[in-house]
């Protein structure tokens, strides 16, 4: 399909890799319910490729282009939080609680889940999670929230990225699967979240997860065979460098 626009390069602001922006939240803590609560442990984060397998992912799998084709930016195409996502994310002795992707995040990236807030199931499977109470720790600020509406589910590549970098000649389920990704998705707080935007490498790396953070963006281009731009490959090629402990020397240039 030929895009019905283009522009060669992207805007770039630098930031420095070195700066943290941070801001201090007063948070409220939720106080859980008798139903469905019981102080559970799920901490987790999405599965990391290893050093060696995202550096070979940027050299040798991942297509550099200096040029973005797409056609005008539909972000609502994407269906995040879709309810035609829901899987199941808590039993209990009598019933299987429902999760579209917002409280599957939640769940999974909580230091402690407190309570599951629950409510009818649309389609009459039973009952879904609508919120929950616990505790997080946002690995981009380190902020630690402990009241869901200071909490915002983070694209680590963000949508707008993948847009241009190749979603636009999606289809529609393609676009779906992509919104709701849980391997490309984080809880992180509103304020770093906000800050972050549409931004990605090198405009906008989380310092205090710069690792982590790089091997998810590659991970997640290659499974879905996203270009990227020159710039945005020197930065997670530093990145990598820098912060994930990869050794010199690397090779001169990419072998796409």
């Known amino acids: 399909m030929k895009a019905s626009s283009c522009f060669t390069g992207i805007l770039v602001f630098i ?31 999405p599965n990391l490729i290893s050093n060696e ?39 209990t002795d009598s019933e299987v609680l429902w999760c579209t992707v917002r409280p599957q995040i939640l769940i999974r990236d909580a230091e402690l889940v407190t309570e599951y807030i629950i409510e009818a199931y649309k389609n009459g499977h039973g009952w879904f999670v609508k919120d929950v109470a616990g505790y997080w720790e946002s690995p981009y600020d380190l902020q630690k929230p402990t009241n869901t509406h200071l909490i915002e589910i983070d694209h680590v590549v963000p949508l707008y990225n993948a847009w241009i970098s190749g979603a636009f000649n999606w289809d529609s389920e393609t676009k779906s699967n992509f919104g709701n990704d849980v391997e490309n998705l984080l809880a992180v707080s509103d304020i770093s979240n906000q800050i972050k ?51 010199l020397p690397w090779p001169v240039n990419p072998t796409h």
Not at 20 to 26: D, E, P, T
Not at 228 to 247: H, N, S, T
């Open 197 to 247: 935007g549409e931004w990605g490498p090198p405009d906008y790396v989380p310092i205090l997860y710069a690792c982590p953070f790089a091997k998810i963006w590659i991970n997640t281009k290659k499974r879905y065979r996203l270009h990227m731009f020159e710039m945005e490959f020197q930065a997670l090629r530093d990145i990598l460098v820098m912060y994930c402990g990869v050794k």
């Open 15 to 45: 930031i420095d890799l070195n700066v943290v922006i941070a801001s201090q939240l007063r948070l409220n803590s939720s106080k859980p319910s008798d139903d469905y609560s019981g102080n559970i442990n799920v901490k987790g984060t």
């Open 53 to 91: 397998v995202a550096w070979n992912y940027l050299w040798t799998e991942l297509r550099i282009t200096t040029t973005a084709c797409g056609k005008p930016y539909e972000k609502d195409s994407f269906r995040y939080n879709d309810i035609r996502k829901v899987k199941p994310c808590k039993t």
